[in-house]
């Protein structure tokens, strides 16, 4: 009986150390000096984008605004080059490809949020949403994939402005 014991012990702490490894703790970090900034700051698209979702687990509850283009820093290489519609519903083996948005949608960043996980690190991501008064089934949509690389982690990510650039309302 001792020994029942003993592997049911062995199992709790092996399922507490793979919780503490494979956990990512969510936090939204608008109120930041460093970020207090991006909430409702506007966009537009400088090209035709996609909106996918990555088929491996990452953490985020919003599907990704992203493309793959040459020459743009950014480029997500699961994603086709050509963006058109003739493409959503094609069984791609890393991403699912939900909708296309086109060059010159306006979008406004509605939150900043950071992941931080033991396997993957810290990541700042974006909240969005578009002013374009398509209705869509998701509401938010996270720019990580056209976020440019930090320096060191905490940095606030920029948007590659090959991607997107400020609106400037005249």
């Known amino acids: 009986m001792k020994w029942l014991l003993s592997v049911i012990l062995v199992a709790i702490a092996v399922a507490a150390i793979w919780w503490q490894i494979n956990t990512t703790k ?30 491996k687990h990452i953490a985020t509850a919003h599907p990704l605004l992203g493309l793959n283009a ?24 890393n991403v699912r490809l939900m909708d296309v948005i086109p060059q010159g949608t306006h979008f406004r960043i509605l939150s900043v949020r950071s992941e931080q ?16 008064d398509i209705e869509r089934p998701y509401p938010r949509i996270d720019l ?13 990510p920029q948007i590659d402005p090959a991607v997107a650039v400020p609106w400037i309302k005249r």
């Open 70 to 93: 040459p020459g743009v820093p950014t480029s997500c290489p699961d994603l086709p080059v050509e963006v058109t519609r003739a493409n959503i519903g094609k069984l791609l083996p």
């Open 26 to 55: 969510i936090a939204y970090v608008n109120g930041l000096d460093a970020y207090a900034a991006m909430p409702n700051k506007e966009y537009v698209l400088e090209k035709d984008c996609y909106v996918f979702a990555l088929r």
């Open 144 to 156: 990580r994939p056209i976020q440019l690389p930090v320096a060191r982690p905490g940095d606030v």
């Open 117 to 132: 996980s033991r396997r993957n690190g810290l990541f700042i991501s974006y909240e969005i949403t578009f002013l374009d």
